[in-house]
């Protein structure tokens, strides 16, 4: 039987809420799953994430990664990183988020997993934006998921 995974999203202090399954993620002013834009010469709130095993199956789940696709406008970057740590997230610019965002494969957990409830390390984004940056929503990005079953 395959196993299921959901993406889940921490809002609030020390990112303890924890939202239900998402099918995406938004970087914006809040630090809620929606809210407005980030306005040039901001950031947006850090985006706490991570997976949640829903389902094992039979199956032991390791070696979890993403890849992005960003196609983001001059003067606009996404910044990531990865913690065990959950913090309160910020619109400052991170301490967790200082990786930039590109298209390689990023292995953020190499833990393995079996028993529904479980979750993976926190992944944390965060969309700076530059003051000469261009006004307005940005495209949606992609970023897809994968890991290894056994």
Same mark, same amino acid.
């Given at each position: ?8 999203? /921490?809002?609030?202090? &020390? ?13 914006? /002013?809040?630090?809620?799953? /929606? ?15 991570? =997976? ?14 993403? +890849?992005?696709? @960003? ?11 990865? *913690?065990?740590? @959950? %913090?309160? @997230?910020? &619109?400052? $610019? %991170? ?5 930039? =965002?590109?298209?390689?494969? $990023?292995?953020?957990?190499? &833990?393995?997993? %079996?028993?529904?409830?479980? +979750? *993976? +390390? ?8 530059? =003051?000469?940056? @261009? %006004? ?15």
């Amino acid at each position: 039987m395959a196993a299921s995974v959901s993406l889940r999203v /921490s809002t609030g202090t &020390n990112a303890g809420t924890e939202s239900s399954a998402q099918t995406g993620i938004t970087l914006i /002013s809040a630090d809620a799953l /929606s809210g407005g834009s980030v306005s040039p010469g901001t950031n947006s709130y850090e985006r706490w994430v991570r =997976l949640a095993v829903d389902n094992p199956g039979d199956l032991i789940l390791t070696t979890f990664s993403f +890849r992005g696709s @960003p196609n983001l406008p001059d003067g606009v970057e996404i910044k990531y990183g990865v *913690t065990d740590t @959950p %913090s309160t @997230p910020v &619109n400052t $610019v %991170s301490n967790i988020a200082t990786h930039t =965002l590109g298209t390689e494969r $990023v292995i953020f957990d190499a &833990n393995s997993y %079996s028993e529904a409830g479980d +979750r *993976t +390390r926190y992944l944390v984004f965060q969309e700076q934006v530059a =003051l000469t940056a @261009p %006004s307005g929503a940005i495209t949606q990005n992609l970023l897809a998921f994968s890991w290894s079953e056994a």
